[in-house]
Every structure is written in C-alpha cells, then in structure tokens.
C-alpha cells in the first residue's frame, strides 16, 4: 500500500478484559480494527502488540500513524485502587483538616453513618502543613507569605518522604501569588517531585473542592507520569514519531504532555471514548438523540447526547472520590457479560453482579477455568450466542454453561432455559435503572431517543432494553466492538480555563463580563496553539455557573458572547429559570448570583464521512451462514445465524435472528424487524 499522502490515525481504548485498536486512514475513510487482550501488569505491552498487528493488516509501518489517539484508565484505576502517590499538602494556617473535615455527605439511608468506613483522604493528616500568610476573597494581601515557616515546612515533608506535593491556599483562586512562590520554594528544596498549585488545576472557589481535586491530581501524577513516558519511548523505539494525545473526561483529547501534568482530567478517559464514538455513528447515520449503552464484561456505562452532544458535569466520580473536573455525564452500573448469577440462602431471589468473573477465570461457557454462572453463560444455554465466537477462532462450551447455568434453576426449583432467561431479564432490569438515572431522573423522556448498544455484549441486550425503555431504534453500530477506539481516534482537542466571578446578577455589567470571557478565550487559544492546532481551527464557548442566591449548588450554562452582547446579563438568566424548571419543576423569586465562567477551546472536529456499504435489494439470505434454534418467550423458536460481513444496505431481518462479526454479536427478538442502513448500522424497531 502506498503511503505517501495518506494520514493515519490510531485509536487505542484499553479495557480491563480486551485492547481495542481501530487504524483510519483520513483521506479515505477506510479502517482496520484489532482486539487483543490486556496486559493489566503493564498496559503498554498490550498496546504494542496490537500496534504491530494491525500495522501488518494495513500495510504499513508504525511510522506512517501521525496520531495516536488513546482512552485509558490507568488515572482510574490507581485511584479505585488505592495506588496514588503519598502526597504533602500545604495549606493556609489554621485549615489543617480540611480534608478530614470534607463535606458532610454520608451515602446511605438515615443511619449509613454508623456502618459507614469513611474513606481515609488522598493526603494523610501528617503530611499536611500550614504556612502563614494570607489573602483575603479579593486577592489582595492580608498578611505576607513567611518564607522561613515555609523552608521549615516543605523540609517536614521532604523528611515523611512524600512523592508529589499540592499547594491549595484560602482565596487562591483570586490571586496565585502565594502559591506560586510556596511553589519555587519546593522546587528548590526538592527538585523534581511533581508540584500541582491549586489556582492552576483549579482557580474557583470553594477550598475543599479545590484542595481535593488538586491532591487528586498530585497523588496519580507520578502513576500517569510513568505510564505516559513509558508507552511514549516503546512507540519510539518501534519508530511511530507520531503525536500522542489522551482523551479527556470530558470526551476531548489533550496532549500527553499536559496529561501528565493535570491527569485529573483523564480519571474517566476510558468510558469517554464509547460515547464520543455513538455521536460519530449518530452524525453519520442522521440520528441526533442517542442514549448509550455501553456492555463490557464487568460493568456497563450509559450517556445521553440530545441533539449530538453529550451531557457534561462538573464533577468527575471515581468510587468515593468527587473531583471538580468536567466530565462526560455516564453513569456505570455492575452488569456485564461476566457478571455472576446467584442465588441467596437468606432470600431465595435471583440475584446478578456486580460480581464479575472478569478475564480471568472469565465465565464457564470461555474454558478457562471459569465455574460460577455468568451473563454470557446464560446466553450461550438460550443460544443467543452462538458456539463460534470472534469469527469462529473462539470456540464457546456449551454443556459447561448448561452445568453451571442448572445450579440457578435448581436453587429456584425452575427449568433450565426459565431460569437461563431470568439472569438475561434481571442484568438487562440493571441496565434500564442506570439508564432511567440519565434519562427520565433528568427531565428527558426516552421515547424521544434511540438506543445503541456496543461494547462486546451492547447488541446482545440492545433490542431487550430499547422495548423496557420505549426508545426506538435499537441499534447496532458498525464494529460495536471497538467503538471506544473509534471514538478515541476521531474526536477533537478540547482545553478550558475556569474563574470565580462570585457576583449577584445585579451588580453584574455585560461588558465587564465580555472583557474577561475574552481574556479567558485568549488563553485557552494560547494553549491549543502550543499544542499544534492551526490558529484559524481554534473555536472557543463559553459556560457560566448560576444559582440562586443562598443556593448551595449552581446550575451550568453554555453561553456565547453573541449572546451577552445582543440579550445582556437578562438573556443568561432567562436561560437559566428555564433549565431550573426543567431539572427541579419550580423556579424562585430569589435574586440570581453568577458563580463561575469557564472558557473552552476546541480544535477541529475530523470530518471523517462513513464508508458506504453496497445497495441491497432487501433480501439478506446472501449474508445467511445456518438455520438456528433458541428460546424466547417461553418456548424454543427457530431462527436464523447471519454473517454481518455479507449484509448490504435495505437488507430486512425478521426477528428472531442473530448477526454475528469479528468482535461482536445482535439479537433481534421475535417480533421485531432489523434493517441495514446504507452506512451498515442495524436498526432494529418493532415490526
């Protein structure tokens, strides 16, 4: 293949179970996608061998991919696991505990408290330090830094040992002053310890929030550090000079670079990528309401995009910890394709996840070991899954998942097929929950959206969730599989700048706000610059953060300058009683406080167009690999195996069927009826 004049671009998702990789090549909008399995040990190792692999596919050498677009969840998982860095804190006299004193926030119903284990802080109590000096909420000077109390400090740290250290100072958001000069001191005392300075990651106020997302982002930098430095000498060594960016939380990219030094923002990169991939399939296919759903082994992830763009939120969550970042708004719930069936002793109710056999031993029907029943079990035993997998070089066992599935009917006293269905309806009754938080709890009614399913078990349950949900179609994306990766390789850079503003509405001039939104438009254009985005590809939005005063949460906006100039201070609080309405069903007649501005800058958006698939005449039987039999509404139905490879644009499926492909398998269910649209979706409704 020649390549001279031809781009490429590599998405690469890393998942707990499986590396997915997708190679485009932009000019044409041709691609090649690789599943291989994860190295937990050390991710990068994963990442080359399907780098070579799919390399070799296409043709080329690694020295042709000019980006290397990547979602991971290494940030994730040091936090989830506890394997953040020992981080020193400095902070203000007189606010030692703050991170001991946290929000009072107790998960749980009424008594949670009592069986509660409060989750112990991302820095300890002794290594948090004082320091005099201080400014007041307008950032001026109340008292001067003492120079000397800070050297004594920082040599307190230096000596517990610590690994990174975070500066969060009071009123640090109006004035860095202090902090920068905390900031030279620690250099000079301890060269090269990664240093994370509050009204850097995170100049708005409220002091706890700030000094918890700044530990956060000091306790993974040293682990993101490594991982990024890490992958970048191996992609050298095998002589890819490509640029390598990673995907935000927020479903932009940033540069490697500055993911290590604010890798706060990547603590949900991994689930960003699916639905960053759903809005390409949705701006291709002509559908602009998308709720997602995104099925792995363990666990399962949904989003909601109205109108092609995602809902974002100003807090990031990963297990316990909250941190102001922006992020996709995907909720996660424990059911996947390995999730465990089981039944209590004390109820006698079935039961599935979150348990999960995970990749190893994995579920029954794999063969590796596996002996407790899984998800996948139950749809190998209903034969929704066919016993040849990943183009027939994985070979499912059947009887093994018979076996296990038995255990579950005989706890129940119920047949085996019955009690197999009963595991599929509960993890698909799991999926719809976490779907109904994003929907119906936010004011969307999910009739008005369709529903895709992805992610290695997405298209098994997609069609069985859209009916609980009344959201028609259900579809099936191209190369489900690899969705993630898709969506890693053909998003955009994104980079924003946050600033309290802390005024009543009242008080507040148009102008006054234009003249900072403009300077804060400036630096996040500065920044996409220093990333290598061409000036005249840079476009820039704007949020505001409102409430009503006395409120202690805001409510966030997108606003354009357009708008303030035409509609002034009015036109934002118009929109805002409209959007409180709508998330709370009243407004009040409090006056309105404008809380924070943020600035975001994003690159070009890579208008890939989709590979058109072949006009069909609507007859699939060219596609028909053998008849089927599997059991679905309480009785055994015959059904049809088709190979989605063959499939052409207008092709009707009658359901029951199933389409099988390389890295992913649909269910359409008795009573409905898929079509191929011409970009080779499946889109399932009700016949």
């Known amino acids: 293949m020649d390549e001279r004049g031809a781009g490429y671009r590599l998405g ?26 994860s190295t937990p040990h050390d991710s990068s190792e994963g990442i080359l061998n399907g780098v070579s692999a799919i390399c070799e596919v296409a043709g080329i050498s690694p020295a042709a991919i000019e980006y290397f677009l990547h979602g991971t969840t290494v940030a994730t998982n040091a936090v989830l696991e506890g394997k953040g860095a020992r981080v020193g804190l400095v902070t203000t006299e007189g606010y030692r505990d703050i991170l001991q004193i946290a929000r009072s926030f107790v998960p749980g119903g009424l008594a949670g408290w009592i069986v509660w284990p409060k989750p112990e802080p991302l820095a300890a109590l002794e290594d948090t ?77 409220q002091e706890y929030e700030r000094a918890l997302t700044t530990v956060a982002n000091a306790s993974v930098r040293p682990v993101v550090s490594r991982y990024i430095s890490n992958l970048r000498n191996r992609l050298a060594a095998e002589g890819m000079a490509g640029k390598l960016s990673l995907l935000r939380s927020d479903g932009g990219l940033m540069s490697s670079e500055k993911s290590e030094e604010h890798p706060v923002n990547i603590l949900m990169s991994g689930p960003a990528g699916g639905v960053t991939g759903a809005q390409w399939v949705g701006r291709n296919a002509g559908i602009r309401n998308i709720l997602t759903l995104d099925v792995g082994g363990t666990s399962t992830d949904v989003a909601l ?35 465990i069936a089981y039944v209590p002793e004390l109820t006698g109710a079935l039961r599935v996840g979150p348990q999960s056999a995970g990749a190893v031993p994995g579920p029954v029907a794999y063969g590796k070991g596996g002996t407790l029943p899984t998800v996948t079990d139950a749809n190998v035993v209903l034969g929704y899954l066919p016993e040849n997998l990943l183009g027939g070089t994985f ?53 008005d959206f369709a529903l895709m399913g992805f992610g290695g078990a997405g298209p098994l349950h997609v069609n069985a969730v859209a009916r609980l949900m009344g959201s028609w179609p259900a579809i099936s994306p191209v190369s489900p599989g690899v969705l993630c990766a898709l969506g890693d390789a053909t998003t955009r850079m994104r980079t924003e700048t ?24 400036r630096q996040v254009r500065d920044e996409l610059l220093a990333d290598g985005v061409p000036e005249d590809e840079i476009v820039t939005s704007f949020e505001v953060d409102v409430r009503y005063a006395g409120q202690a949460f805001e409510v966030p906006l ?44 994003l690159g070009k958006r890579l208008d890939l167009p989709a590979a058109r698939l072949e006009e069909g005449d609507g007859d699939p039987s060219g596609a028909k690999l053998r008849d089927h039999v599997l059991w679905m509404d309480g009785r055994e139905q015959a059904a049809v ?44 409704n009700p016949a």
Request: net charge negative.
């Open 129 to 205: 330090v004082t320091v005099k000096g201080r400014l007041n909420a307008a950032g001026e000077e109340v008292r001067p830094l003492d120079e000397a109390d800070v050297r004594e400090k920082v040599l307190h740290l230096k000596a517990n040992g610590v690994e990174a250290i975070t500066v969060s100072l009071i009123n640090s958001y109006a004035n860095g002053a202090h902090e920068r000069r905390v900031g030279e001191i620690v250099a000079e005392i301890m060269p090269g310890v990664p240093i994370s300075l509050s009204h850097v990651v995170l100049p708005e106020m």
């Open 305 to 339: 995009i109205e109108d092609l763009e995602a809902r974002r939120q100003r807090t990031t969550e990963v297990g316990h910890l909250s941190v102001r970042a922006s992020a996709l708004d995907v909720k996660t719930v424990g059911a996947g394709g390995g999730s």
């Open 12 to 37: 690469v998702d890393v998942g707990g179970t499986f590396t997915d990789l997708l190679l485009l090549e932009t000019g044409t909008g041709r691609f090649w996608r690789h599943k291989t399995p």
């Open 641 to 684: 195996i088709y190979d989605r490879a063959g499939l052409r644009a207008g092709d009707r499926i009658v359901g029951p069927a199933i389409v099988t492909e390389m890295d992913s398998t649909t269910l359409i269910e008795s009573g409905c009826v898929a079509t191929v649209d011409p970009i080779g979706n499946i889109l399932i």
């Open 498 to 521: 946050a600033r309290s503003w802390s005024q009543l509405a009242t008080e507040t001039r148009a102008d006054d706000l234009i003249g900072v939104l403009a300077e804060m438009a």
């Open 395 to 447: 070979k499912l066992d059947r009887d093994g998942a018979k076996k296990a599935v038995q255990t579950i009917a005989d706890a129940l006293g119920i047949g085996l097929m019955e009690a197999a269905r009963g595991i599929i309806d509960i993890v698909n009754e799991n999926m719809f929950g976490a779907l109904r938080m994003i929907s119906v709890q936010q004011g969307y009614d999910p009739r």
């Open 558 to 601: 997108s606003i354009s300058a357009e708008l303030l100039e035409t509609d002034g201070i009015d036109g934002i609080l118009a929109r805002f009683d409209a959007e409180h309405e709508r998330l709370f069903t009243f407004n009040m007649e409090s006056p309105h406080e404008i809380v924070n501005l943020r600035a975001v800058g």
